[in-house]
């Protein structure tokens, strides 16, 4: 069983289009995360939620619009996209401060 | 702020040469730490956690890590590398109340030649 799934695994698009990645964890946890990793795999995160509830936004455009329909899920729409998007979108959950589980994140190539 | 640092961005080392990568944090409360590594094209995978207790903790892979509260580090050591270790490691930390945000180290690129 696949702790936090996320899909797709890969996504190319071209610039201007909405696309969405979907996670789902199955450990119970109550908080998620969507990381996004860059080029230099740097990790930094966008957004947090805490049972549904948003708890960190890290300066991301509002372009990103994540949503979280039960706390099993955690899904990350992305509107208008542009180049500077590619990168690979890790989701992630924690039960509290205990470490952290990762899907296998989504490599995002804006054409 | 609360940040991590690596200070060693790329490694290259021979089988069986020791391994030691370089942890710093800065946060003004308590953490929890940890060091992830990432295997070519795959996801991050927790290699060893410190929440409290004994400062030194051993991994998988026999990997270890020395908590040394008064130099806010976390280095993490290996006796003898393989080439199978050939990866990027990422230091992080997350406080232990209010907010759970993982910080990320700008991670080290290990490079094991065989």
């Known amino acids: 069983d696949t702790a936090v799934s996320q899909t797709p695994k890969y996504l190319v698009t071209q610039m201007g289009n909405d696309k969405s990645i979907k996670c789902e964890q199955n450990l119970g946890h109550d908080t998620m995360y969507w990381y996004k990793q860059d080029s230099k795999k740097f990790l930094k995160i966008m957004f947090s939620y805490n049972n549904k509830e948003l708890i960190i936004n890290e300066t991301v455009p509002n372009r990103f619009s994540p949503k979280s329909p039960d706390k099993a899920h955690l899904n990350l729409h992305i509107n208008s996209l542009e180049l500077g998007d590619s990168a690979v979108y890790f989701c992630?959950?924690?039960?509290?401060?205990?470490?952290?589980?990762f899907g296998q994140g989504t490599r995002l190539t804006v054409v | 702020a609360q940040s991590v640092s690596q200070h060693n961005h790329h490694v290259i080392l021979s089988e069986a040469a020791s391994l030691e990568l370089g942890c710093n944090y800065s946060y003004g409360g308590t953490v929890n730490l940890f060091w992830y590594v990432q295997y070519p094209g795959q996801h991050l995978q927790l290699l060893l956690k410190y929440f409290s207790g004994d400062p030194l903790v051993k991994g998988i892979k026999g990997f270890e890590a020395e908590f040394i509260k008064s130099k806010f580090s976390f280095n993490l050591r290996k006796p003898s590398v393989q080439w199978s270790d050939t990866a990027e490691y990422f230091c992080a930390v997350t406080p232990t109340s209010g907010t759970y945000k993982y910080i990320f180290g700008t991670g080290t690129r290990l490079k094991v030649l065989a």
């Open positions: 992630a959950s924690s039960s509290r401060s205990a470490e952290a589980f």
